[in-house]
């Protein structure tokens, strides 16, 4: 059973960066296509971005474009966000799992930007 674990959230002001982290145990990760989902509050989670085993990435929130970049460290199971500029309505829980959502959710990290 594959584990996630994210961290890096915190609180921030407008226009700062956060460097989100998620480490995922069993070897899933290193087949599959990762991405990082956000959920704010009172809505629905959404697909952020994507990024495959072999570097490639996707971007599927217009908002976060410029601003948000995946990337992963296939040697430490590792897959990372950096958002830059952040704004109040990047406050959410961010979550990672696989493309298609097939590993177990793990319990996200919170993100607030507020001032």
């Known amino acids: 059973q594959v584990q996630l674990v994210e961290s890096g959230g915190g609180l921030v002001q407008p226009g700062g960066s956060l460097r989100l982290s998620c480490a995922a145990s069993g070897t899933i990760f290193s087949i599959n296509t990762m991405a990082w989902y956000r959920q704010p509050p009172g809505k629905q989670r959404e697909l952020v971005e994507h990024?495959?085993?072999?570097?490639?990435?996707?971007n599927y929130a217009d908002s976060v474009k410029g601003r948000f970049t995946i990337s992963r460290d296939s040697a430490k199971n590792t897959v990372f966000l950096q958002m830059n500029n952040l704004k109040p309505e990047d406050t959410a829980v961010y979550y990672c799992?696989?493309?298609?959502?097939?590993?177990?959710w793990g319990q996200g990290t919170q993100v607030t930007v507020s001032s």
């Open positions: 799992n696989t493309i298609s959502g097939s590993a177990q």
């Open positions: 990024i495959t085993t072999s570097g490639r990435f996707r």
